[in-house]
């Protein structure tokens, strides 16, 4: 058996590109890595299979072979012409369609699983292309820490971080579909297109952003946190505004929906601000965890 764990992230700051003709669009993302894991072991099997456990609501999570783990598990061995299965046990604490990337980490993790699993071997710029095919996430949940992501969010180059960022996480008990908050933005931007500037071809991440990560500052990077999906998100389920709201005025520096959402990520000037920010959701019913960042990415676990 080969035990290994991924993290969850944040996306500190994301800006989103128009429209492309295939129906996607190009982005630029600071992702911070934090300390919410997903768990993966592998065991060998003649076929490939997935069951499914955690902290976090689980019920849409599938167990068949739409599982991007059995499809991360799939394509390691289609590559590498490895002819048997793995059977897959999977740990979530990662918030399911939260916007934090739980199902990238599930299949980072499975590749590293099946990889030493397997015997495979594979290459580190090999293992990123695959990670790559799998999903723009999925390269920043192998390599963790602290990234910049462009083009769908799947060129990585690593951005410098110093310190410990502190954050409380204030979990929803409804998910967001990514591409229906894809879909509201472009519907945002048409109705609004007289009153914003047209979005950008390549968008690129703000050079504050950098500097705030590279000092180590949780003032200055809560000045920078930016997302564009927040509006439309907001849009879609308006009770996130709230908590938003609550959040800032319970010490909060700054608040951001992470990513599609609907997790909503506060950043903390320091622990006992952030055990305090945390008490005082919890005391509004609020389903909260707490994480630091940056953490590494996905590694095999001693057990």
Not at 44 to 55: K, P, Y
Not at 168 to 178: M, N, Q, Y
Not at 279 to 299: D, F, I, K, N
Request: glycine share 10%; proline share 5%.
């Amino acid at each position: 058996m080969v035990h290994t764990k991924a993290p969850g992230k944040i996306n500190v700051f994301l800006k989103v590109g128009r429209l492309e003709p295939d129906g996607y669009h190009d982005v630029a993302i600071a992702y911070q890595a934090v300390s919410l894991y997903e768990e993966v072991r592998a065991v060998e099997a003649d076929d490939f299979s997935v069951s499914v456990t955690g902290t976090v609501e689980l019920s849409r999570v599938p167990t068949d072979a739409s599982n991007i783990a059995i499809k991360a598990a799939q394509l390691l061995a289609h590559h590498t012409g490895y002819r048997g299965g793995v059977r897959l046990a999977i740990e979530k604490h990662v918030p399911v369609t939260g916007g934090m990337g739980g199902g990238s980490a599930d299949a980072a993790a499975t590749l590293i699983a099946c990889d030493a699993l397997w015997g495979t071997a594979l290459p580190r710029d090999e293992m990123l292309g695959l990670a790559a095919q799998l999903g723009a996430d999925v390269p920043f949940a192998l390599t963790g820490g602290t990234a910049i992501g462009t083009g769908r969010g799947d060129q990585l180059s690593p951005a410098l971080a110093k310190g410990t960022f502190q954050w409380v996480l204030a979990l929803a008990d409804f998910g967001l579909s990514t591409p229906g908050v894809y879909s509201e933005l472009d519907r945002h931007r048409d109705r609004h297109a007289q009153d914003i500037f047209p979005a950008d071809v390549a968008p690129s991440v703000d050079a504050d952003v950098l500097q705030a990560l590279r000092a180590g500052d949780p003032h200055m990077l809560a000045e920078t946190l930016y997302n564009d999906l927040q509006a439309p998100a907001l849009h879609l389920e308006p009770s996130l505004a709230a908590t938003l709201e609550l959040g800032e005025e319970n010490g909060a520096l700054a608040g951001i929906v992470s990513g599609s959402g609907p997790t909503v990520a506060f950043l903390a000037a320091d622990p006992d601000s952030a055990l305090e920010l945390q008490l005082a959701l919890e005391s509004a019913r609020l389903t909260v965890v707490r994480a630091t960042g940056p953490v590494h990415g996905a590694r095999i676990v001693s057990d």
